[in-house]
């Protein structure tokens, strides 16, 4: 059965003609000249985020296509213009999100439990909070699109003695979230038994039997295989037979609040050191990782990688299940190259690799200056047997949108 999704073949299809097209006035522009004004932009501000359009279509649950994401680049979920504010036929898209805490789990099996209640809670906020617009509304409750993802993965990865670099890190996120993905879906399979489906289900993938099993960019088998550890044709039939109350499941937001108020480390990230201090207009909180004193040799931290590799590759391993995009970062270390300067060709190279293996979109461009340290930062904690690295303010306080 072949599994190609077409989505965004009318775009090509206009793109041509438009091209080809010689009473159209148009400008060329060197494609490498292009992507290098992008990549300098990036480096300069730290922004400009992308998003790969045809990966949010082709790997989406819509058959509707998406067009736009979100300020903190998770949010995935079709649109369509309003021209009033009580415009009842117009699209507004909403980020329902909540993070399972993935450095406290002891088996994959505790997904199960842990899937069906997030998924529990946040249909039940679907209908209790209030829309000041009447096409979030309508558009919220119609399609009851979900965003679940992680904290404290860099606690996970600890725990296994796993770094980021490794290709077996990235093998084991795989299998984390299959079984994530997997239980999150049956959760909203068990729900629509109950409360019935969302009223526009039959305007999703999912009810065609098409899950994101289906549609992941297959570049990613090159290091984390084909292998599959759930029924996902048994849960396919359980999906047509009985529908899901949701039109999407999955996204991975920059978590850092959430992760704090749980002394976790931040969403998927690595810390950047034992211990940081998160500032915000409340003041700094100074936070410690997990399990210091029996995991601090197995942490990755993020400055101390050279290069994006391991990192891509998580993030890639993730996005072959969500459903929705991944809030993913590019990071970057002067120290780690000659003269203190990132080459143009490092840039490039995690542009197209984050692009192979499938990445919907990209966030924060970071890069480490070592400025705006203190003093205090520079001490030893008292429970600690060795000084600390000090780290830098964290760029995701900047998204006050976004408060998971």
């Known amino acids: 059965m072949s599994w190609t999704i077409t989505n965004n073949d009318q775009f090509d299809e206009l793109y041509l003609r438009y091209e080809n097209d010689n009473t159209i006035s148009k400008k060329t522009v060197p494609a490498m000249e292009l992507f290098t004004n992008l990549l300098k932009e990036r480096a300069e501000t730290g922004r400009i985020y992308i998003m790969n359009i045809d990966h949010c279509n082709s790997h989406s649950s819509f058959q509707d296509s998406v067009k736009m994401s979100n300020l903190c680049q998770e949010i995935t979920l079709p649109t369509d213009p309003i021209q009033t504010l009580d415009d009842s036929k117009g699209e507004i898209a909403l980020c329902i999100l909540s993070a399972i805490n993935v450095g406290n789990l002891r088996e994959l099996d505790d997904l199960k439990n842990l899937c069906d209640l997030t998924v529990r809670a946040l249909d039940e906020i679907i209908d209790y909070q209030r829309y000041p617009v009447i096409a979030a509304e309508l558009s919220t ?16 990865l600890a725990k296994k003695n796993l770094h980021y670099r490794d290709v077996e890190a990235s093998q084991a996120v795989n299998r984390l979230t299959e079984a994530f993905q997997y239980y999150l879906i049956r959760a ?3 729900l629509a038994q109950e409360k019935g489906r969302c009223s526009a289900f039959d305007r999703t993938k999912y009810a065609q039997g098409i899950l994101p099993v289906h549609t992941y960019k297959h570049d990613v088998d090159e290091f984390l295989g084909t292998d599959l550890h759930y029924d996902w044709e048994a849960l396919r039939k359980e999906v047509l037979a009985h529908g899901m109350r949701h039109s ?5 937001m920059p978590s850092e609040s959430s992760s704090v108020v749980s002394n976790e480390t931040n969403g998927i990230e690595p810390p950047r050191a034992y211990m940081s201090t998160k500032k915000s207009k409340k003041g700094p909180l100074k936070q410690i990782v997990p399990q210091y004193g029996s995991l601090k040799n197995a942490y990755t931290f993020l400055w101390d990688e050279g290069v994006n590799e391991g990192y891509i590759r998580i993030v890639s391993a993730m996005q072959k299940y969500f459903d929705q995009a991944i809030s993913g970062n590019w990071s970057y270390n002067p120290k780690h190259y000659e003269n203190g300067e990132v080459p143009m060709s490092v840039m490039f190279k995690d542009l197209l690799t984050t692009y192979k293996y499938g990445w919907k979109t990209s966030y924060y461009h970071n890069t480490y200056d070592a400025k705006g340290e203190d003093e205090d930062n520079i001490v030893a904690a008292s429970m600690m047997v060795q000084p600390v690295v000090p780290q830098p303010a964290d760029n995701a306080e900047a998204c006050e949108a976004c408060t998971i």
């Open 188 to 190: 909203s399979v068990q």
């Open 141 to 156: 409750k119609a399609r009851r699109s979900l965003g679940i993802g992680y904290i404290g993965l860099a606690h996970y």
């Open 248 to 252: 999407t499941l999955s996204a991975q």
